[in-house]
């Protein structure tokens, strides 16, 4: 009884309440999972890694984008003068709107500017505008003729 | 300039400039921690260039590291010679004396390797994800090139007014548009790094809180299963506004429960910065910083009794700093237009929310999908925060646990009232922004999970009133 009495003052700090059992059990498994998670994600990112190291910024913009796309508007960049309003018309598919505006931005995006970007639209046609500069056979900047700036 | 030299320059000037200001506070408090006082230092930095940059634009002042600054250094030089009172020699202490186990530099281990990853992930790509292009990136290049065309303050405000959600305010923005400023051009990839930066500063402030009411071991535990909560770390990878948001009312809320535990008076101090800044960072932080002055005028009528005058100063400075931040906020709405795409005067009607009453079983079933089932982005939050409750029920509705537990259940209605309001159909929005509006209140719980597994075993902890 003593030896027990002895034992048992030695262990008691050790001793859980089950209610802790319970709350240490779930941190047991929480870090597990987390384990898990992230030996599952690694390879993925490693690939993401290997595929994407060593690019500069444009490549990878090229990349988020699309290569045609970026380069078409680093075409426009150039081409255009600072701070232009502009007009896209064409073959953006499932590019938003939203997310065109930042890409071209400092140049603003209006229904009715004096410049108009045209992406693999090689028909398109507006009375009053004519080639400013030819990216492609289907892309080029149009600018408002027959009008000052 | 080196690049190299200009990143350390974006980071060092708000640091400095927050480092002058928490001395500011605590000019007259005991030591504080290393760890608790760089993540604070940063984010006050951080959300004072913001404020201060926004009010530059308004008067017209071009951005650059001159303007941003050097006036507020001196500002606070100045305020040093005239307020202080005693010399901070010895201010900051490294940390604790006691030599850490290997279970916490294993745990530390895990948080670095935690921590080091959200940072790899997020330098591979500029940012891309829609929200961080469109709502945040659009709105942070507006202001850069604001700057670097000289553009005038209300082409600039035109400029904002165009994108959706008008409403939103510009710390995210802002704090972007510093790091490109101090580059002197636009890097979308450098300046994402904001994002986890707040991650990064979130897990140090948790950390050096949790310490301060349960053992080190056992806050490092719950630090570290914070910060590996799967969707947490997406987050800050992605560049969405949440994580500096979570970072801002968490920690304003934590320093709020620190100053009921403890009333040092620069803790009240720094929660109202910190829920103030919150407000600066997105829209929730309105009612948010509502729902803490409710909770802390709750408490000072539990208290009233026992408040001592330099706690009463205390909750004075506190009120002072919330009417100027939300009164800047206001001001910053109204140039805005004021309007918010979901929430209108017509949400707050009686009627109306009742014709409403029939998204309720789909808002709480989403709720309960995502926090119990949803293993990927929560691990066993949902499990652990429950069980703790259940098994501390009496603990969770006694002061001032108590005060945490009226912050989930009130964070909760909140959200569970602007679903039910929201002028959008709602299966869409449950779906684009549920688990980020978790992310907002889910530290709390994170929180009380470690001090209910901890509690009776720090002495601070069994501190209530003064």
Known sequence: MKLFKMWHSKLKPFILEPKDYVLWIIIVIWIILWAVFHFMSFPKDLANYKQLKGLSLEQKHALVLGKELHEFLLFCEVKLPPRQKVTPVGDFKSFQDSRFRYYIYPHRICADADYILVYKDKSFYKENYSTFAQFDESSRILKRSGEPN | MNPLLNIFASIAIPFFLGLGVILLIFRNSRRM???????????????????????????GIGLSVLTVALPLFIAILLAKILILKREEKNFVSLGSKTHPSRIEFLLWGCIFFEIAYVFWLSSMRPICVDDAVSMWGLRAKIIYFAQEFAVPFSKTLSALRTIKHTDYPLLIPFSQSWVCITLSQWNDGLCKMVFPTFFLLLTLSFYSILKKVIPRKNALLFTFLLCGLPFLGKMATWGIADVAFTFYYIIGFLYMYLWMNHPEGGYLTISALFLGFGMWTKAEGIPSMLISILILGVFIIANRRFLAKEQLKAVRNFFAIFLLLFGFVLYFRFLMGGKNDMISLRSFSPSYMIAKLDRIPVILYQFQRQFLGAFKKWNLLGYLFIFSVVFNIKKVFRPPVLYITTAIVLNFM????????????????????????????????????????????HERYEKGKT
């Open chain 2, 33 to 59: 921690d290393l760890l608790e006082i760089v993540p604070i230092s940063l984010g006050v930095g951080i959300g004072i260039i913001s404020i201060w940059g926004f009010l530059l634009l308004n008067l």
């Open chain 2, 414 to 457: 909140l959200y569970i009232w602007v679903y039910l309001v929201a002028e959008i159909e709602i299966h869409e929005f449950l779906g684009t922004s549920q688990n980020r509006i978790l992310m907002h209140f889910i530290p709390l719980m994170v929180f009380i999970s470690g001090l209910l597994l901890a509690s009776g075993k």
